[in-house]
């Protein structure tokens, strides 16, 4: 659950950047597909006695994954966001961009790491160099690639 200044912009930044639907709506407390949880700010500070609430504290995230990243990348440069960084490659090759939510709350979307399995055979790498390549066993590689 993340808290959030206001549920109804929330609602819709998660459904149109991250495809989240409402799966029940309490009103101050909504779950989104995924099980993602949104808890407006008033009501949370009751739940905790009225202490504080602070946002942007960058000491977590909150992670999704994409099947098809390069379209997800595309798509997002369509929308304002303020990013914590743009694209990036991990050293075992999966790409990642992470940014802010409305309230400052840090969103990492990863390829999915049997897309990027995928995205190497596709370059012609063997299994062993994909599973270097990566630092997983050999058979992490070939199960990935039995998947599709």
Known sequence: MIVVSDIEKSKMWYHDILGLNVVSDFGT???????????????WKQFIGGK?????????????????IDNFFERL????????????????????????DLDKHIIEVGENMAAVVHRFFDRRM???????????PLEYVKKMLEQS
């Open 29 to 43: 407390n909504v779950l989104l597909t995924g099980g993602v949880s949104l808890q407006e700010k008033n009501c």
């Open 52 to 68: 504080e609430v602070v946002f942007g504290n960058n000491a977590y995230e909150l992670y999704f994954e994409e099947n098809d």
């Open 77 to 100: 440069d369509s929308y304002s966001v303020e990013y914590v960084h743009s694209v990036v490659e991990h050293r075992w090759g999966q790409r990642v961009v992470r940014f802010y």
């Open 126 to 136: 063997t299994e062993e160099k994909i599973a270097s390549r990566m630092d997983v």
